[in-house]
């Protein structure tokens, strides 16, 4: 650890490669580099064993194609009648169950089969108002489920029912959100940096697509929706430190809820900075991107450019109407917007979103448990600190009709969507800093015969897609505003 709780990553330095140039034309932006970006992709292979996010989609699947057809989309969009029976079933994640032949090596399968079935069952009657057959379920589910199980099954039913039971408490009292801690939640996230790659991975490919963006500019300013601690930026400034034509001014503005958690990371980073001999400011801002009514208090000023990064998360609204974010977002007109996604929906009716967040999590639970034992303190810190609280958030706090606002399904589809915007394809750089951080982290990814030996790396339609064998978890995009896509006279900022 460095001065100032800042993790150092081996090798980061080395991480963060050379910039490439953006060059633009009237109709795309295109990177020109020396390297050749012909990375190899996992090979596509049969699975030999099961896992806990296996058995969820195949659960889900013959539960729900027992309700009546309702419309139930998932977070890759509407699968129309609700996980249509056959070979149609395969739409967004779910999966035909021909490929669900093989053991189960990580738990007793009746056991595992009963808690997940009675889960889903719970999940339709709370989606039903059948409060009272939710609840007697539910007491059931916690007598046969443990946080502490040695099943990846046993954990995720256990957090679940948690999260479902709070829903039905609010439902009968009134919502009740529960106050954070941001110190736990903090401390915790740093725990999953130091065990799992989803946090390094958003932050280098982030870091170097800002890199990239600030290439021969001597004022740059970056604007962090959702700043925490801080963490990525300190391996940003170290290159940016280094550059053969000198460092530029840098000016970052942090958003959060927290004004002593704001004031803290602003020291931090201060501190690092001038260590760095860097110039320096900080400017934190106690609120979320969507209650931001202009721009004039994030002090854009004349001459700089503009990136602003937003790494999301689910354990809690970090900004607001998303419609608002977008409005400010367009408003400001940035060089670069780095914006890293969980592939997971926080809209639509809870069936939607429980059905989504149960395989995500259960695949997220599998990645931990192919890596750590049960009884492993760091394992059971992010389980209990961080992922529970996401699935609780996701489940019992989130929602339309509960936060009265609409969340955008997918950020990325809205953008592309708008004329304010335009991607920019993620560069060779990007994809080699990831594959070298997955290989930090046994089991790692590999070009080997197989792909279960874990984590799975994907370059698609100009974005890098991180995930646990065939379940993409984390998808991180670059953007640019539209203006800088049609002149290079334009005033940068």
Known sequence: MMKGGFE????????????EQWEYNNNSIVFQSASSGNFPKPMAVERNELELSDWVEHVTKQLIDDLPETEVTT??????PAFQTGNEAECG????TEQIDGGWSRLDE??????????LECAVAISVDNLG????????LTQMASPYGASCAERVVSYFAKAMASRVINSWLGLCSPLISHTSVHSSLQVFNNISPFIKFAHFTSNQS??????GRDRVHIIDIDIMQGLQWPALFHILATRIDGPPHIRLTGMGSSVDLLIQTGKQLSNFARRLGLSFEFHPIPKKSGEIDGIRCLQIRQGETLAVHWLQHSLYDATGPDWKTMRLLEELSPRVITLVEQE???GGSF??????SLHYYSTVFDSLGASFPSDDSGRHRVEHCLLYREINNILAIGGPARSGEEKYREWRSEMAGRNSFVQVPMSGNAMAQAQLILNMFPPSHSHSHSHSHGYRLVQEEGTLKLGWKDTTLYTASAWTSQPYNYSNTLIDR
């Open 133 to 140: 057959e939710a609840h007697r379920m539910l007491l059931e």
């Open 351 to 356: 069936l939607d979103r429980f059905v989504s």
């Open 75 to 80: 977070a890759g969009g509407s699968c129309g």
């Open 110 to 119: 009746q056991h595992g089969l009963s808690l997940i079935t009675l889960l």
């Open 210 to 215: 800002i890199l990239e963006a600030f290439h």
């Open 93 to 96: 994640y779910m999966k035909s």
């Open 344 to 346: 997971i929906s926080h």
């Open 8 to 19: 150092v990553v081996h090798g980061a330095l080395d991480l963060i490669q050379p910039h």
